[in-house]
């Protein structure tokens, strides 16, 4: 993708998940606007967001920042096709994205046995780390580099997906919950659950989630339909105005991803699926 909008949609986000799930590497620019915003369909939990880097491997001051930048390229002075079928120099994330989709094209077509999922983890694990040590918010994990990411899948293999689903019974189905909170200090001040929809119980359950909270569920739950409900009460959702401390979640059930949020308003918002992840 190389449009930008700022603002969220869930049903861009259902067919976006769809083809995650259907085994498509979904890749997107993160958009110039020169702040720290959040921009879509970059900002989607299934989609690789990518920023624009010089020839000097300098962050570019136009590309957005935020906590959902994966991975960064070069996007400076890139040639480019312009109007009335000439060729020219352009400047931004657009330049950036596509060498990342030619980078996970070609380590793919190397490593057909991989999943999606699993070249995607080997770009982010194989980047070369730009600025801050680790993942930050304007180079995300750094550099893609398609030969080392190469190199890592043919000594490594596939990686396994993390973290491990558990070992389920055959009338169960993994259930993942990954999230992280936003920064507001109020106690309860975001909750989740899970409610069986066959049997009208509430399957699984927690509040009391605030301040900057790394939290994860990993566990087996009885074959369903199932709804998911993300609460929030200060209807700011995980405070998508803060690009660097907004939170996000990211729901799979039997391996298929079937909910996800962070950067958008709500106060409410719920995901129905079954054990086929419709």
């Keep these: 993708f190389i449009y930008t909008a700022g603002k969220s949609c869930r049903a861009e986000s259902r067919a976006l998940m769809n083809a995650h799930n259907n085994g498509v590497i979904l890749i997107a620019a993160a958009g110039n606007s020169r702040q720290k915003l959040f921009k879509f369909p970059a900002s989607y939990m299934p989609v690789v967001s990518v920023s624009a880097l010089t020839a ?18 070069p996007g400076s002075q890139v040639l480019s096709t312009i109007p009335d079928g000439r060729v020219g120099p352009l400047t931004g994330t657009s330049m950036a994205a596509p060498h990342v989709s030619g980078a996970a094209a070609l380590v793919w077509m190397l490593h057909p046995q991989c999943s999606n999922r699993q070249v995607r983890e080997a770009l982010a694990t194989t980047a070369a780390d730009l600025g801050m040590a680790g993942r930050d918010t304007k180079h995300g994990f750094g550099l893609v580099q398609a030969l080392k990411a190469h190199m890592y899948l043919a000594q490594n293999g596939c990686p396994p997906h993390l973290p491990n689903p558990p070992d389920c019974a055959p009338d169960e189905a993994a259930f993942e ?3 992280r909170t936003d920064a507001w200090v109020e106690a309860d001040n975001t909750r989740w659950e899970l409610l069986d929809k066959v049997t009208n119980t509430r399957r699984l359950t927690r509040t009391n989630l605030f301040n900057s909270q790394d ?9 369903s339909t199932y709804k ?20 996000f979640y990211e729901v799979t059930y039997n391996g298929l991803m079937v909910a996800e949020g962070g950067p958008r308003k709500f106060i409410s918002e719920s995901s129905c699926f079954n054990v086929d992840g419709t």
């Design 215 to 223: 939290y994860s569920v990993n566990q087996c739950i009885p074959r």
């Design 228 to 247: 998911f409900t993300m609460s929030e009460d200060f209807t700011d959702g995980l405070n998508p105005n803060d690009a660097i401390n907004a939170g």
């Design 56 to 73: 000097d491997r300098v962050w570019w001051s136009g590309s957005e920042e935020n906590n959902q930048i994966e991975l960064a390229a």
């Design 177 to 179: 919950l990954r999230m």
